[in-house]
């Protein structure tokens, strides 16, 4: 394999690739390739609705959380969860250009869908870390995106371990993706942020 080839996750040597704070809940997203616009935590390129929609539901100013860690880590802190993504490192297949990965709105169809990458998971570490961390609730964000195959089997598993250890596995988040961008999707993730994430009042 050639390291040209491989793309790992851009927080994966971060003291923050898994929350290193208390949590109830684990958010869990899917990639953010380390060639990738740089950012500074999960849900970090402007386009992205995730931290918009808490800035707008917590009555923050606009961009109050833009390139700024420490006032995410605050609210987290203070709304006790954290986000990790299931992808730590992909290999291209040879003949797919590696710009494919690195920009154009992230899709997480190229991951998926195209066949044009092999992809390590680290749900095992996901289990661990909720199981050390007594995780109460786990959500993810890719919206309806059942596929494929290895990619099922592995959310199956996720869930019935959660429903073995009595962790809430909640399934149908809005996915906060920028190219989402109708009123009503952006008032159904304001209500599910508003119901799931936070604990403190605004």
């Known amino acids: 394999m050639s390291a040209e080839n491989k793309i790992n996750h851009q927080f994966l040597n971060s003291n923050f690739f898994f929350p290193n704070w208390k949590i ?94 092999t992809l390590t998971y680290q749900f095992e570490e996901i289990k661990s870390f909720i199981k050390i961390n007594n995780v109460s609730k786990i959500i993810n964000t890719w919206g309806k995106l059942k596929g494929p195959a290895d990619f099922k089997k592995h959310l199956v598993e996720l869930e019935n371990f959660c429903n073995q250890n009595k962790i809430s596995y909640i399934n149908d988040c809005p996915s906060p993706s920028g190219r989402l961008r109708s009123k009503e999707h952006k008032i159904h993730l304001a209500e599910f942020y508003k119901s799931n994430l936070l604990i403190t009042s605004p």
């Open 24 to 117: 109830q809940t684990l958010v869990l997203g899917t990639f953010n390739p380390s060639c990738g616009e740089e950012t500074d935590y999960f849900y970090g390129r402007c386009q992205n609705n995730f931290w918009r929609t808490i800035e707008e539901i917590s009555n923050r100013d606009y961009r109050w959380f833009q390139n700024n860690f420490e006032r995410k880590l605050k609210f987290m802190k203070e709304n006790e969860f954290g986000c990790t993504d299931i992808i730590k490192s992909l290999v291209i297949i040879n003949g797919v250009e590696r710009k494919d990965f690195c920009g154009s709105g992230y899709s997480d169809q190229i991951l998926f869908t195209a066949k044009k990458c």
